[in-house]
């Protein structure tokens, strides 16, 4: 029965969209240990602290927001089948599991060093305050942004024990990056959001203009990840890799239309899934190959 619950509630909370944000993160810690001169033992341990941090982070932030929302939720067509407001899990279990992953997470936290430790309630107050943002502001798509966008800044720190403000071009990149394709699936809830005091930019600006919003969001994204190529003098693989990021980035736009928002699962889901870990394939080659060189 505990495990059952369990699976429910790493389905409800999506847990293998962890790929997301963790290749950025992953990227982060690999441009630290390079800044660090590549030190042989200290890049294990280091990424599975990572990883541990940032699967639990996020697993505890997803859970708080379905709790919180479970009230609109409920009352939405397209989410009314979530598992808290359809009775699949209770809220006494879904509150457990919120508390073993902030354990987790202050126990990675405090396994990167005393700097991560003493950085882990605000990131998990980041986190938890986007669940409360759509109820008074229509920008809580940036802040969305910034849950995922502090990943490799929080990394860089977990590997050097301190903040190189290069890294914080990543952090933008990642954050318009994120923003750009939640206002794509907002757009999904125009007619709900409108219909209740909710926040989103589709409900102020309208579709076309949000969707607008989002593709000036993807162009600074890329333009974000060019100075940061720029500012750790990068080589060719992490070129071709913006570039593949910019490709794939112009399909998601091109499957979302203000009349046509029948591929929105396809523009978000598959496409955004593509978009980190190409990124993260062609950064990670760039720092190993030309170590090499």
Known sequence: ??????LLTLEMIKFEHSVFALPFALTGALLAWR?????????????????????????AGMTFNRILDADFDGLNPRTNMRHLPAGLLSPAF??????????????????????CLYLAPVALGILFLYSFT???????????????GIAPAAAWIAVTGSLDPRILWLTLAVTFWTAGFDIIYSCQDYEFDSS??????????????????????????????????????LGWLAEIGIAAVASLLIYEQSLVKSDDLSRVDAAFFTMNGYV??????????????????
């Open 35 to 59: 800044q660090l001169g590549f030190p042989a033992d200290l890049l294990l341990p280091k990424l599975l602290g990572i990883i541990v941090a940032m699967v639990a982070a996020r697993s």
């Open 196 to 233: 209740l005091p909710l926040f989103s930019l589709p409900k102020l600006l309208g579709i076309a203009g949000a969707l607008l919003v989002s593709r000036l969001l993807h162009v600074a994204m890329i333009i974000f990840l060019g100075i940061l190529t720029f500012s750790f003098h």
């Open 134 to 148: 759509k109820r008074f502001t229509s920008f809580s798509h940036l802040i969305l942004g910034l849950c995922l």
């Open 276 to 293: 980190s870990v190409l990124f993260f394939i062609f950064w990670a080659a760039d720092v190993f190959v030309f170590r090499q060189a």
């Open 1 to 6: 029965m505990f495990f059952r619950r369990l």
């Open 94 to 115: 879904a509150w457990t599991f919120l508390l073993l992953a902030s354990f987790i997470f202050f126990l990675a936290a405090r396994q990167l060093g005393q700097q």
